[in-house]
């Protein structure tokens, strides 16, 4: 990797209370080591994806952060609050919520349940009304069990539902995968409006196209690390050289 | 034998009082490689979920082969040689890479009731299991617990397992959701090669996929068909762009 | 005189209503197992001991403290749910998240410990523990003399079941204990306290066993094994009504008193078994339960 | 004296195996009670019979018969067990019978009911000591007759001692023309009672029969005061021990029948002895632990008796000798094994009547020991019939 | 096999030999008890262990073959290999039927219809008149096995139970190692997975149901030829519970491991029963044990204690080796 010193992953300096900041982050699954030693932070308002290869240790950076892995060790600042050593509930009341990769969708609540479900942590989240103005199709399908809906339908429900909460920090995990074009537009459509809101978003996407229409910023983890960081700008200009590369 | 392997009358699935399927015929081509595409919630998987028996249609007929299978269970339907992936990955944890896939060759040469032989008659299938791994690019995982494996590599054993069952007719349901670029590439080559001499019909929505390996493109939303025909008629078809692909998609 | 299969209706009538009184004490303990298995995801064994442990709280503070039958239905529960709390938070905590199987075999090996205790430091034989007197003596229904004390524990059975289902099913909670079994993790992530969660419910679950336990001190001789055979019963109940389902559990347990009495009187043999038959016959026709959701 | 021994006591020791539930429904009636009454008789006795030391070990059968026919080999095989005392639970009893039929060592039954130790199974070394379901049947069965009540209803233990004694007290009552109106059958260890005290209600029987004991005929006993019964039916108990009377209490048990062969309050000889086990055990002796010191007092005079422990020899010294103690009077051991003496009659006192703790039981009648056990020439017992074994 | 667990077997087997002859060191009928289970627990764990079926109804199968072998020994004068053979034979029926209804269902309800079924035959047992109620069917008769091995004789019986359930378990273990047994891993590991591959699960089962049955019907058999008592506790749920035990203390992923477990809590029975009640506590409180801290049971944690040795002894012989080289 010759050019990643010369993009160490501080492109841009946080500030002194930046929503989120980790630093030396390592997670272990059972015996085997998952993460070694992240570091990345994000600032207000930024909307920050996660790129990388499949098994490289994106989902375990995101659940780490919500305290949802078995075992983390190292630094992780939320709001210039220490949570790295919380129980996950607690975590959440700092302000930041998750949509999982599998969705998270209850099978035992119907829509709505799972809708109203996570407690509201502070103030200034949506209202029911305005997450359904933002999600319309999930309007006809709130009385189902949660999982009898389709994937689309369920990763609506999973983003709108954090909304709710007043967390100022989201953490989305490939929200698109799986989705239809016309989907993926819409969700497009909904994460843009909600860093126009003033979220601050930080975001796995295997989806380099997708991802470079929305994000501000991007890091690289390669085999539980950070392996490069850019911003938009680079990736817009340098596409087809990144993009091969993540997948290579 | 018939031109159409797999012929659907009137198919019908209801939950309750929501429609999941609605009276859908559909006659999929001996030999070709067949999309069902749609929006979330069209229906794509339950009609895969019906087709493979998993679940029990309200009405409607389904014919293999020129046999109607409406009534069979769903390990006949697998045995008569329909056989599905999972959208949500499916793989026995526990048992390695290699052995996931033996198991379906065991269950292809049918001595599986035989509990007085010893395992190691089995052994016989480990250099074709170990070539149908290869063939996914995960020959190096052969030994790693398949609860292991990331997410993709998951996959890419899954439709590893249904190839070694050598089918008929193959239903993938998404099986490059969730993968990265070079392996989306590597798959859809597997498929294409995988579809000689057999049917495939898979669900997906990368439709860089569909446009460059698939024959016939059949569009469902909410439970009906919307249109059908080779992707660059589908594409244009105005109903589709408006439901499914989003106005001004290239 | 009326008489059905040789019974004449009237007596047929009383053994209706004791079938009912027997059906309260289902109907409540089933509540509690039906709570703690739709929600901790144990299949709480220890429930028939816990039970067991309700009624002879109630004894051992009579004995003891002079604390009397009003002051035991409080207090009772209290103690063993706090016992269950404790059992929760040493035990039950570490194997979340495995197969229920072994929540299932946890408890059994406590029903071992708890009832064996019992029993070495109690004896085997029965205590009796007497009827309030405010409670003591019959009311003349017409078709027969029911003791008040039992029309007592129908009334307070049906009072528990209500505040309980209210309070599952009508309230934000339920919603909360639902998605806290399913997603322990999530559940957690988003800001809902988990562990305690789990840890009340269990407590609960278990206190209501006790105060069926309470309830049932007065007509049943307290013994160490009063609740042994009694909690595969109530699991045939819980089963039959549809596992996880909080208010069928309850509506089943009452059923069931009733087709139980009634075996009583046409075939007493019989009356061991019978619940055991229906919950076979159910699950091969409704696999969910009476009232159990279709699962899948 | 150690000398005096050698040859004549196998293997220098007289060991004696107490094989009872310790753990289980009889635990409270014979336990930890009848092993302390057989070690207290061992005591009385001198600690050695014949210069050799007397043993008393014990064992949990865990009212299992197999378990309880495994153990008593054991002992009988290697642990050179000369004698098995008390066997609560008929099941275990037979099964031990049999054993020690095979083996040609004793045993004594206390705690069992069923008649077929001196039957079916009978042996030159089995003697039944205490009481047997005849005795049962036929003291509290003959005494209601007796006493005008004819019309019966049964509520009876689902369990073969069960159904076996109702169908004692049936012939019973049907041979002194009276008429058994139904019966209902509980399940063992059963919760509730109240259905059947209905049905009895509604049988309109003069006397409501329990042929259960333990538990279930308490938890009967309290349903019958709660619903009423007694002021028009009256209860008669099959088996019902001292400690149930105890479990129940005067006020619900008050007025009720039932046999027993001794009480601890009966005269001063029984109650210098219960005063002694009192003070070891914390409750009072019944029957069936009294029976267990007098029995085997009697086996350790028997071995005197015989100046060996000489299976054979003790068995018919046990034959010949008389008991008499504070356990019977004028007792003998019948040759099918029987140890006849008299069955009383026993009422519940009421609280007034009462005394204090543990004084239950006024004496209704005596019922001689011809009279309380099956008749010798009914007997199946090939000892008696003169059949090949 | 490896050489080292070879000879252990052979070890043990010759020591197993030797009981017989020192009646005081292990009282032989109590090493047949242990068989016995062992042979049970291993045909339970086909179940529980290796297609990931827990039956709370085992008992049925143990308790049904020991009332109709003595059935045929004591009631129709039969010789002993009717009696195996119909005790094996109406063990497996009824698991084929346990099996047929029970496997409708999976997890917690499948184990409550067993429960509820072996209740039913718990009752069918309780009233049959031939069985005695709860004084049990007693006094049957062993009798001479093939005409000419006779029973009656100790050391006979010893060496004919040692043998057959040698023989019951090592078909339990072929089973285990079948092709068979490699689809009921698959089932116990992803039902609709195996499905989708074209197995029809439930009659492999319902297959397994039999299997299992049958093979605790021999255990069950055996039993009434040692004991000639056929008794209530042996159809009676408390029973199904030990047997679990058992399997779970000894452990559940092994093929032998139950055997330790059947060892343990009948010598735990039979050698501290002058505890009493708290014979009871401590079983529970084994049982508590074993799901808190060692759920792979006595024999998977000894086999994972070994693996870790292993690794780090072999990975100490590669430092070693190019140390040497060096
Ligand atoms: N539950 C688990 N148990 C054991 N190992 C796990 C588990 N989850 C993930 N891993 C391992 O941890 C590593 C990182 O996985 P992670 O899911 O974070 O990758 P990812 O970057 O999100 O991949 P993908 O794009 O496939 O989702 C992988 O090697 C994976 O195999
Ligand atoms: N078991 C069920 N019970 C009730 N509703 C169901 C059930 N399964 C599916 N549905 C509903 O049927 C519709 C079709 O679902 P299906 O999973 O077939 O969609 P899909 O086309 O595969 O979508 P996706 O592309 O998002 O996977 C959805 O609205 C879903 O909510
Ligand atoms: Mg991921
Ligand atoms: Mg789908």
């Known amino acids: ?237 340098d596409f087809d050289r990144i993009s091969g590369r993540l997948s290579a | 034998m018939t031109a159409n392997v797999l012929e659907i009358e009137g198919l019908t699935k209801r939950f309750g009082d929501f429609v999941a399927v609605g009276g859908v015929d559909l006659a999929i081509r001996r030999g070709s490689i067949h999309a069902l595409i749609g929006p979330n919630g069209a229906g794509k998987t339950t009609c895969f979920n019906l087709l493979t028996k998993f679940l029990t249609p309200t009405s409607g007929t389904i014919r293999f082969d020129g046999r109607d299978i409406t009534r069979s269970g769903p390990a006949s339907i697998a045995r008569m040689g329909l056989v599905r992936s999972f959208q949500i990955s499916a793989v026995f944890n526990a048992m390695t890479a290699l052995e996931n896939v033996m198991l379906a060759l065991q269950r292809k040469r049918g001595e599986s009731y035989d509990f007085w032989t010893r395992r190691s008659v089995l052994a016989r299938n480990r250099g074709e299991a170990a070539e149908h791994l290869d063939s996914v690019g995960i020959a190096h995982l052969a030994d790693l617990p398949a609860g292991a494996l990331s997410y993709g590599h998951r996959r890419a054993l899954e439709i590893a397992t249904t190839l070694a069952l050598d089918p008929a007719v193959i239903l993938l349901d998404e099986p490059t959701a969730g993968m990265g670029a070079e392996d989306v590439g590597r798959i859809t080559r597997l498929i294409h090669d995988a579809a000689r001499g057999r049917t495939v019909v898979m669900v997906e929505h990368n439709l860089g996929i569909v446009s460059e390996i698939c024959d016939d493109v059949t569009v469902l939303s909410r439970g009906q068909i919307l249109a059908r025909g080779d992707y660059a008629s589908v594409a244009v078809d105005e109903r589709v762009v408006e439901a499914y692909l989003g106005g001004g998609h290239a | 005189m009326i008489e059905i299969f040789g019974v004449p209706l009237v007596a047929l009538t009383g053994q209706i209503m004791l079938g009912i009184v027997n059906g309260a004490f289902y109907a409540v303990l089933s509540l509690g197992l039906a709570i703690i298995f739709g929600i901790v995801k144990v299949v709480n064994f220890a429930h028939g001991a816990f039970f067991m442990m309700g009624a002879f709280i109630a004894f051992l503070l009579l004995e003891n403290l002079g604390i009397g039958y009003w002051g035991a239905i409080f207090l009772a529960p209290l103690i063993v749910g706090a016992f269950g709390i404790v059992i929760e938070r040493l035990f039950l905590r570490r194997i979340y998240g495995l197969d229920p199987i072994y929540g299932l075999l946890l408890t059994f090996g406590m029903v071992l410990v708890i009832e064996g205790g019992f029993r070495v430091a109690y004896g ?173 | 004296q150690a000398q005096d021994a050698q040859g004549r006591i196998s293997g220098d020791v007289v060991r004696i195996g107490v094989l009872t539930d310790m753990s289980g429904i009889y635990s409270d009636l014979a336990g930890e009670g009848a092993v302390e009454a057989v070690r207290m008789a061992a005591e009385d006795f001198g600690g050695t019979v014949l210069g050799a030391p007397i043993e008393v070990i014990f064992a949990d059968h865990l009212n299992q018969a197999d378990t309880a026919a495994a153990k008593a080999r054991e002992w009988f095989d290697v642990e050179g067990v000369d004698m098995i005392n008390d066997l609560s639970n008929s099941g275990a009893a037979l099964a031990v019978a049999a054993v020690a039929k095979d083996a040609r060592r004793h045993i004594i039954v206390n705690g069992a009911s069923n008649i077929g130790i001196t039957n079916d199974v009978c042996s030159p070394y089995a003697i039944h000591y205490a009481y047997d379901a005849y005795s049962l049947a036929h003291g509290t069965g003959e005494a209601v007759v007796e006493d005008g009540g004819l019309t019966w209803f049964f509520l009876t233990v689902d369990f073969a001692f069960g159904i076996g004694l109702e169908e004692q007290v049936t012939q019973v009552v049907e041979n002194a023309g009276g008429e058994v109106l139904g019966s209902a059958r509980h399940p063992l260890s059963a919760s509730d009672f109240s259905s059947y005290m209905l049905q009895a209600q509604a049988s309109g029987a003069e006397i409501i029969g329990i042929a259960s004991t333990g538990g279930d005929a308490v938890n009967a006993i309290n349903a019958a005061a709660e619903f009423g019964l007694t002021e028009n039916q009256t209860l008669a108990a099959l088996l019902l021990w001292l400690n149930d009377v105890h479990s129940i209490g005067l006020d619900a048990a008050q007025g009720l029948l039932l046999t027993n062969a001794w009480y601890w309050n009966m005269d001063e000889e029984a109650r210098a002895f219960a005063e002694r086990y009192y003070e070891r055990v914390g409750s009072m002796p019944n029957m069936s632990q009294a029976a267990n010191y007098s029995s085997t007092m009697h086996y350790l005079r028997a071995i005197e008796q015989a100046g060996t422990d000489d299976p054979d020899a003790v068995s018919e010294a046990m034959r010949s000798m008389p008991i008499n103690d504070f356990f019977a009077e004028n007792g003998y051991v019948r040759e099918d094994g029987r140890m006849m003496h008299d069955m009383y009659l026993w009422r519940v006192k009421s609280p007034e009547e009462s005394e204090g703790a543990w004084d239950y039981l006024e004496p209704v009648s005596t019922i001689a020991a011809e009279d309380a056990f099956r008749p010798l020439d009914q007997s199946t017992c090939y000892l008696v019939t003169g059949a090949a074994d | ?211 299992s049955a049958g093979l605790s019907g021999l255990a069950g058999s055996l039993k009434v030829i040692v004991y000639q008592v056929a008794s209530l506790r042996d159809v009676h749920w408390s029973m199904s519970g030990d047997v679990i035990l058992m399997t779970l203390l000894g452990g559940m992923n092994s093929v032998f491991g139950p055997v330790i477990g059947a060892a343990l809590i009948s010598s735990l029975y039979h050698y501290f029963d002058a505890l009493g009640g708290w014979v009871t506590i401590m079983v529970g409180a084994i049982f508590i044990a074993c799901v808190l801290t060692f759920r792979r049971g006595i024999v998977g944690e000894l086999e994972a204690a070994l693996a870790t040795r292993r690794s780090t002894t072999s990975a100490n012989d590669e430092k070693d080796g190019t140390n040497a080289t060096n």
Request: charged fraction near 15%; aromatic fraction near 8%; proline fraction near 5%.
């Open chain 5, 1 to 211: 096999m490896g050489m080292r667990s070879l000879l252990l077997a052979l070890g043990a087997l010759a020591l197993l030999a030797l009981v017989p002859f020192f009646p005081q060191v292990v009282y032989p009928v109590f090493a047949m008890r242990v068989m016995c289970l062992a042979l049970f627990a291993c045909a339970f764990n086909i179940l529980l262990g290796h297609t990931g079926i827990l039956s709370f109804g085992h008992a049925a199968f143990f308790g049904s073959a020991a009332y109709f072998c003595g059935y045929m020994l004591k009631e129709l004068g039969l010789s002993p290999e009717i009696g195996i053979v119909t005790g094996v034979a109406a063990a497996s029926l009824l698991g084929a039927i346990f099996g047929a209804l029970a496997t409708r269902r999976s997890g917690i309800y499948l184990a409550m219809i067993t429960l509820a079924l072996s209740q039913l035959v718990y009752f069918l047992f309780l009233r049959l008149p031939w069985t005695h109620a709860e004084d049990g069917m007693q006094q049957i008769p062993r009798g001479v096995l093939l005409g000419i091995l006779d029973l009656d004789d100790d050391v006979t019986l010893y060496f004919v139970v040692l043998v057959l359930t040698l023989a019951g378990l090592a078909l339990v273990h072929r089973i285990v190692n079948s092709p068979f047994g490699e689809v009921l891993r698959a089932i116990r590991e992803h039902e609709p997975r195996a499905i989708s591959l074209g197995y029809p699960v439930a009659r492999y089962k319902i297959l397994a149901f039999t299997l």
């Open chain 1, 1 to 237: 990797m010759p050019d990643a010193s010369a993009r160490a992953p501080s492109a841009r300096a946080p500030s002194a209370r930046a929503p989120l900041e980790i630093a030396g982050l390592e997670a272990w699954y059972g015996p085997s080591q998952a993460l070694y030693g992240v570091a990345l932070s994000v600032g207000a308002g930024e909307l920050v994806t996660l790129l990388g290869r499949n098994g490289a240790g994106k989902t375990t950076t995101l659940n780490a952060i919500v305290g949802m892995v078995p075992r983390r060790k190292g630094s992780i600042r939320i709001e210039g609050i220490e949570t790295g050593a919380m129980p996950s509930h607690k975590i959440a009341r700092t302000g930041v919520a998750i949509c999982p990769e599998d969705r998270g969708i209850y099978a035992t609540l119907t829509a709505e349940e799972n809708l109203v479900l996570p407690p509201v942590v502070a103030e200034g989240g949506l209202s029911v009304d305005e997450i359904l103005v933002l999600f319309p199709g999930l309007k006809d399908r709130l009385k189902s069990p949660g999982t009898k809906l389709s994937g689309g339908e369920q990763q609506m429900l999973a983003i709108g539902r954090i909304l709710r909460t007043g967390a100022r920090l989201l953490l989305l995990d490939e929200p698109t995968e799986g989705l239809a074009p016309v989907v993926v537009k819409q969700i497009g459509a909904a994460i843009a409006d909600l860093k126009r809101r003033g979220y601050t978003i930080l975001m796995v996407e295997q989806n380099v196209r997708f991802a470079s229409t929305i994000a501000d910023r991007h890091y690289v983890v390669d085999r539980g690390r950070i392996a490069e960081t850019f911003d938009n700008a680079t990736l817009l200009a």
């Open chain 3, 124 to 296: 085997s034989s029965g205590q009796i523990y007497t009827t309030p007197g405010a409670l003591r003596g019959a009311a003349d229904l017409g078709f027969m003399f029911m003791p008040i004390y039992r029309l007592f524990v129908i009334a307070a059975a049906v009072a528990i079941c209500v505040l309980v289902w209210f309070a599952i099913e009508r309230t934000s909670m339920g919603a909360k204990l639902r998605a806290a079994t399913e997603r322990p993790q999530l559940t957690q992530a988003f800001g809902i306290d988990v562990p305690l969660l789990m840890t009340l419910t269990y407590g609960g679950g278990v206190a209501l066993a006790a105060l069926a336990g309470v309830l049932a001190a007065p007509i049943q001789s307290v013994s160490p094994s009063m609740g042994s055979e009694l909690v595969i019963i109530v699991f045939a109940i819980v089963v039959i009504g549809g596992l996880g389902s909080v208010s069928g559990a309850a509506i089943t347990g009452l059923l069931l008193g009733v087709v139980e009495g009634l075996t009583k009187v046409f075939y007493s043999e019989a009356s061991t078994i019978i619940v055991f038959l229906i919950m076979a016959l159910v699950l091969l026709v409704r696999p969910a339960g009476l009232f159990g959701r279709e699962e899948g």
